[in-house]
């Protein structure tokens, strides 16, 4: 079982908003410590997505963005396409564990 | 740009050792950046084994820190994994990353591992 929560599915038709929740502890996301979000497709390695909670790296569409508040973190992901398609996973710091912590990972299916 | 690819075995006996590199192209190994393991397998997900700093600062998950080694050779830029005493639980897809801010910035491709006789 992950220490931080996310649902194990969600789907979306092309064009739509969805939003990926990641709930923590106060070890963690409730801490302060910051959220970072990878999209993994199939026989591939987790790319990332977003980094300090709001921050898209370079090449990553403004389609997707991350929030935080208290010790739920989101990524939201508008105007939905065929290749948002895959699983996401949120990662955040705990003070318990002294290490990374994932979320347990939500397949999204567009 | 910087990537990481993993080399090892494939295939470890139950009670044996895991030896795992991962070599970093395309640029130097920078001071400030944590040189990463993660494994992934269907039944415990996304797992960070644990880190290290080229200064040879080590951090590891509590669960295995009795049986991980993680270490460091800047000069041929690479950097490894050694995790003794395997079982079928340690089965899983091994990834190699450079930590930035906290977050995994790159990765590896990922190496399949078995543990079997």
């Known amino acids: 079982q992950s220490v931080l929560t996310q649902p194990p599915s969600l789907s979306g038709a092309p064009g739509q908003t969805v939003t990926v929740t990641c709930s923590g502890t106060d070890s963690n996301i409730g801490g302060g410590y910051d959220v970072h979000w990878y999209h993994q497709l199939p026989g591939t390695a987790p790319k990332l997505l977003i980094y300090l909670n709001v921050k898209r790296p370079s090449g990553v569409p403004d389609r997707f963005s991350g929030s935080k508040s208290g010790r739920t973190a989101s990524l939201a992901i508008t105007g939905l396409q065929p290749e948002d398609d895959g699983h996401y996973y949120c990662?955040?710091?705990?003070?318990?564990?002294?290490?990374?912590?994932f979320g347990g990972g939500t397949r999204l299916t567009v | 740009q910087v990537q990481l690819q993993e080399s090892g075995p494939g295939l470890v006996k139950p009670s044996g050792t895991l030896s795992l590199t991962c070599t970093v192209s395309g640029g130097a190994m920078s001071l400030n950046k944590w040189w990463t393991w993660v494994r992934q397998s269907p039944d415990r997900g996304l797992e960070w084994i644990g880190e290290?700093?080229?200064?040879?600062?080590?951090n590891y998950h509590p669960s295995l820190r009795s049986r991980v080694t993680i270490s460091v050779d800047t000069s041929n830029n690479q950097f490894s994994l050694r995790l003794t005493s395997m079982t079928a639980a340690d089965t899983a897809t091994y990834f190699c990353a450079r930590g930035e801010e906290g977050s995994l910035d790159v990765w590896g491709q990922g190496t399949m591992i078995s543990v079997s006789s």
């Open positions: 990662q955040s710091f705990d003070s318990g564990l002294s290490g990374t912590i």
């Open positions: 290290i700093l080229n200064s040879g600062r080590v």
